[in-house]
């Protein structure tokens, strides 16, 4: 597994618990770490191998609860935090991004108000007119989001 495998599976989980609603702090640490993982100049999967967890935790914004993520992961191909979130929060919500105008915070309302988590929710949501309850949904970003929706059935 490489480093830009192993960044792109926690920046998922950030985005993930980001449209659930989870705690930002721990957001924005998955984000960090990825963003490091990502630009580590030695594959994580050696440093795990050869130095383990401790070794693991010499990349800047990798601690404990991460670095044993990412031995569980090279291990496993997964993790359970991972199979955990994606198992109460379909992993098809993060489908909704794809979607022109719908950012994070979009697509967080979606999920948490209206229950959308993927894209044919999505499809039957803008059909019946429901971007007009969305805050922050204006109407020019309704139209965007609804012709983007077109496009793609």
Known sequence: ??????????ERLALLMEI????????????????MI???????????????????????GVGKAISGKIVEMLERGTFEAWERLTAE??????????????GAKTAAALYQQ?????????????????LELVDGVGEKTAERIAASVRRMT
């Open 1 to 10: 597994m490489t480093n830009e495998e192993i960044a792109r599976r926690f």
């Open 20 to 35: 659930r609603g989870d705690d930002r702090f721990r957001v924005r640490s998955y984000r960090n770490a990825a963003e």
């Open 38 to 60: 990502e630009t580590w100049p030695t594959p994580v999967a050696a440093i795990a191998r050869e130095e383990g967890v401790k070794g693991l935790q010499t990349i800047p």
């Open 89 to 102: 929060t379909p992993e098809t919500v993060l489908d909704l991004l794809t979607v022109e105008g719908v």
């Open 114 to 130: 209206f229950k959308i988590s993927s894209l044919a929710d999505l499809r039957q949501f803008v059909e019946g007119g429901g």
